[in-house]
């Protein structure tokens, strides 16, 4: 099928036909398949169960089934529609080795063609025993999560890896037209860090020129196979919070679209097709409105309709505007969507061309809320998930074009599905009176220096005392287990003692390593999330809502549709039980109110901080309750605290305020003599790290291991005050790391901050790892935390 080709401006002297831009299109889809296709299928070949011929095998049956139902959606198979945005791991990953951007410890693992196969890409994203992997980090403010590409002054930037090529060429043997998706030069160079080596003052951002050029190939490179459209995913420019001044990313946004827009005609490259999501462009859209990239994408979910002046600047460009969110569930009000969309048009004035998005990838949501048949028909009717978002994204199309009117229904349907929502006596309830009356002494504990001398005098720890993040290892029996229980082949009360079995197992391995602070082993919870979320009134579990939070890693969000309150105890259970088996202090485990909200789908119809104040007050109620059982030690979770981090520092400190209130509210009940520890999953403070000091938490835990201590210049230069246990031990690898490696990390600590301040711990959660692999690490940990205390 050939797109129909539209003229556009004068050209210059080139040409300037512009391919069809689809009425309506996602900017990407869920890519782990509705039943979690892509993780079966990679992991099975990682843990050497299948070949990598199976391996590719399905991930071309998974590529192919998500086309087709796309397709079967309504997005028309031959003009683009359809985005090509399919990654075995991570889109991030895919841009590195797309531009050939290797670093050099992997550099052995490029073949002659300068490519990486399938088992090197993966080398680059978990390591592989002697080397250590691309750095994980947040996308954005999602819980998503990319690999680092690490660029210095040499690391290559050449496209040679054809992988999105490759993609586009067996779509089109299938006969659908993909538009492939890639992250645009600049953001691509702004989650890049600089490689090993690189001199003081280098930033990725110098390698432009040497990016675009490689991009230019891969444009060419579409443009022979004639793809109509490249999507270039820029969310970086939504962000002004970046390690250079915008000044600087702004004019590499020029340049970049200078060379790649002007500087190549078409039909040698695709039409282009820029877009950010994740918020508004701001002062870059004047950039990208003055190159010419062929269509620009606005996220109008998250941003408001850019002003009038500048809308009009657009009009010869294809306008994909973001009104379906991206990034949550809530069914779309269409006739709010609809008013922008027409708002959006009329701005833009004449000859205005206005398609009809998702606001960021779907990649965010899970596939279906049809198959979520136990919730209740109500619920289910406030929803929508990636495919209902399609469906919708093709409503609003059919509406702009054609009028409200000619597609009345659904949009009756969507409104009345809207109002039952508000009216529901769930949405409002007691908890609010109970907030309503809390006074300040409800978010202060006693002094910090009070606190530590009454813990010490309760807890007798040593220096650099020794504890874990909460969680061992989900084994495939405790999931199996879990299993038997949904299925009702194993009874309540069987999947309780097995539980406390093995709680019991894992306390016994602790003592048994010489661990000083112990904890339960979290067998009993699925995710550290869905656990409590469970357990609250408020929130709805999903049956089959899986996301991909990285690489073949994905978790089931709650759905937090009213207002939140607790039934009854939550964790008492089992930390009682842990506790009751040693003599040894054993670490309560509670999620934090941030990332419960941050990996739940969240009201969207009061502020997130309200929302958060009733998470913490049902955490404060079962601190209380903890307390009273005589758990000497509380950790309260929050890795998801810089996840929510606003793109934009204009809208920081009110976020870091509700937060930090929050967080307070939850654990200022506990007395001075119990011990409050926080866990943080990330080692980039730099923006949080005041709002990490007013959490007030006793002991805070924070991952380090992946940039090598990088975090302590940070603390040091902070002059944290409380306690912290920067993780030594990487659990995203499945690396044991030797007592050598973990004391030399150790001794970096100590020379950066008072060793009395000082934990050892992993720098996560233990769930992923294998027995082997932890009890090796943790042997090790513990010997070198004895090696490095011998010193003190
Ligand atoms: N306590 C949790 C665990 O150990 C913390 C996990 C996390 O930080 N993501 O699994
Ligand atoms: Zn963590």
């Not at 391996?55 to 997005?75: I, K, S, W, Y």
């Not at 990953?93 to 290797?102: E, I, S």
Request: glycine share 8%; aromatic share 6%; hydrophobic share 45%.
């Amino acid at each position: 099928m050939t797109p129909t080709a539209r003229p556009q401006g004068d050209g210059a002297g080139r040409d300037r036909t512009v391919p069809w831009f689809p009425d309506a299109t996602v900017l990407g889809y869920p890519r782990i398949g509705p039943n979690r296709e892509l993780k079966k299928a990679v992991e099975a070949f990682w843990a050497g169960r299948s070949e990598l011929d199976d391996l590719l095998a399905a991930l071309e049956a998974l590529r192919r089934e998500t086309r087709g139902r796309l397709a079967r959606l309504g997005l028309p198979p031959g003009d683009g529609s359809i985005p090509g945005d399919f990654s075995a791991y991570d889109h991030v990953l895919d841009a590195a080795t797309t531009l050939g951007a290797v670093p050099a410890r992997f550099a052995d693992l490029v073949g002659e063609d300068g490519m990486l196969d399938l088992p090197g890409y993966f080398a680059l994203a978990r390591g592989d025993g002697q080397r250590a992997p691309l750095e994980l980090t947040k996308w954005f403010d999602s819980n998503y999560h990319y690999l680092v590409p690490e660029i210095g002054p040499d690391t290559p930037l050449r496209y040679g890896d054809d992988r999105l090529l490759f993609k586009f060429l067996e779509a089109a043997a299938d006969g659908v037209t993909t538009r492939p998706v890639m992250v645009g030069p600049v953001t691509f160079l702004l989650l890049s860090k600089p490689a090993a080596g690189a001199p003081a003052g280098f930033h990725p951002l110098d390698r432009l020129d040497d990016a675009v050029a490689a991009y230019a190939d891969l444009l060419r490179a579409l443009g022979v196979a004639g793809a109509p459209w490249l999507q270039l995913d820029e969310p970086a420019l939504v962000s002004d919070a970046w390690d250079v001044p915008r000044d600087r990313v702004l004019a590499a946004t020029e340049r970049a679209y200078a060379a790649l827009a002007d500087g190549l005609g078409r039909p040698e490259r695709p039409a282009l097709f820029v877009s950010a999501g994740y918020g508004p462009l701001g002062d870059a859209l004047p950039v990208l409105a003055r190159s010419a990239v062929e269509a620009v994408g606005l996220d109008l979910v998250r941003g408001a309709l850019p002003p009038a002046a500048e809308l009009a600047t657009l009009a010869p460009k294809v306008v994909v505007a973001g009104v379906v969110d991206g990034r949550n569930v809530w069914r779309t009000d269409l006739d709010a969507a609809l008013g922008l969309l027409e708002r959006l048009r009329a701005g833009i004035g004449e000859g205005a061309r206005v398609a009809v998005a998702t606001s960021t990838s779907l990649l965010h949501v899970p596939h279906d809320a049809a198959r979520e048949k136990h919730l209740s028909r109500e619920l289910r009717g406030w929803l929508a998930f990636a495919d209902q978002k399609v469906e919708e994204v093709l409503i609003l199309a059919d509406a702009l074009a054609r009028g409200r009117e000619a597609v009345a229904e659904p949009f009756a349907e969507a409104a009345e599905a809207r109002r039952a929502r508000l009216a529901h006596p769930g949405v409002r309830t007691g908890v609010r009176e109970r907030l309503a009356a809390l006074d300040d002494t409800a978010f202060t504990r006693a002094p910090y220096p009070e606190r530590r001398a009454a813990q010490q005098a309760r807890l007798g720890l040593p220096t650099l005392p020794t504890t874990t993040i909460g969680s061992f290892p989900q084994t495939p029996e405790i999931r199996r287990a879990r299993a038997a229980v949904r299925r009702g082949t194993l009874s309540e009360a069987e999947y309780r003692q097995a539980m406390r079995a093995e709680i019991e197992r894992v306390v016994r391995l602790q003592e048994r390593l010489g661990l000083d602070v112990l904890v339960h082993g979290e067998p009993e919870r699925n995710d550290m999330v869905q656990y409590f979320a469970e357990l609250l009134d408020g929130f709805a579990a999903t049956e089959h809502g899986w996301v991909q939070s990285y690489g073949s890693r994905c978790t089931r969000p709650a759905i937090l549709w009213g207002d939140v309150a607790r039934r009854g105890p939550m964790t008492v259970e089992w930390t009682g039980h842990a506790a009751s088996l040693t003599d040894r202090p054993v670490k309560g485990m509670l999620t934090g109110p941030v990332t419960i909200l941050a990996w739940s789908f969240v009201r969207d119809d009061q502020p997130l901080g309200e929302t958060a104040l009733q998470v913490a007050l049902a955490l404060r109620d079962e601190i209380a309750d903890l307390e009273a059982a005589g758990i000497g030690i509380v950790q309260v979770d929050e890795p998801a605290l810089r996840e929510l981090l606003p793109l934009r520092t204009a809208e920081r400190a009110d976020y870091l305020d509700w937060s930090v209130r929050a967080f307070r509210l939850a654990t200022s009940g506990a007395p001075a003599h119990t011990q409050v520890h926080t866990h943080l999953c990330y080692s980039e403070f730099g923006a949080i790290l005041g709002a990490i000091d007013r959490l007030d938490a006793d002991v805070t835990s924070v991952e380090a291991a992946r940039s090598r201590m990088e975090v302590l210049a940070d603390i040091r230069r902070a002059g944290f005050g409380r306690q912290i246990g920067p993780g030594v031990y990487d659990i995203h690898s499945p690396r044991v790391p030797s007592v050598d490696e973990l004391t030399e990390l150790l001794e970096a600590a100590v020379a950066a901050v008072p060793p009395r301040q000082l934990w050892v711990n992993p720098d996560c959660g233990l769930k992923t790892r294998r027995y082997e692999e932890v009890t090796a690490a943790l042997e090790h940990l513990v010997a070198a935390a004895h090696a490095v205390r011998a010193t003190l």
